[in-house]
């Protein structure tokens, strides 16, 4: 019971930054954890990064370990990805999802899904 919005999507230069940001809706956002993950066209949907719900806690996939941030502000329903030194091999459209359980890097374990946000990363 809880929509996903991503925004701050679009077309960067290899080395640059970009930082996404999802919207939920309803009160009881800031009950689930939320994560963010990317699919590549051809390729399987992979994790990014997760966080648990008060944001004291975060988890990140070993392709963006020390150049990704996640954070999330439950009093404005948001949370967000920093994504930093990106090459060609981020591009994918990024996905914002929410779940039950933190620490979780599988799909199956999130309920509610965002659309996604196109990120292309140019050479």
């Known amino acids: 019971q809880v929509q996903l919005v991503e925004s701050g999507g679009g077309l960067v230069q290899a080395g640059g930054s970009l930082r996404l940001s999802c919207a939920g809706s309803?009160?009881?956002?800031?009950?689930?954890?939320l994560g963010w993950f990317r699919q590549a066209p051809g390729k399987e949907r992979e994790f990014v990064a997760t966080i648990n719900w008060s944001g004291g806690s975060t988890y990140y996939a070993d392709s963006v370990l020390g150049r990704c941030s996640i954070s999330r502000d439950n009093a404005k329903n948001t949370v967000s990805l920093q994504l930093n030194s990106l090459t060609p091999e981020d591009t994918a459209v990024y996905y914002c999802a929410a779940g039950q359980w933190y620490g979780s890097n599988r799909q199956q374990d999130y309920a509610y899904w965002g659309q996604g946000t196109q990120v292309t990363v140019s050479s």
């Open positions: 309803g009160r009881t956002f800031r009950t689930y954890v």
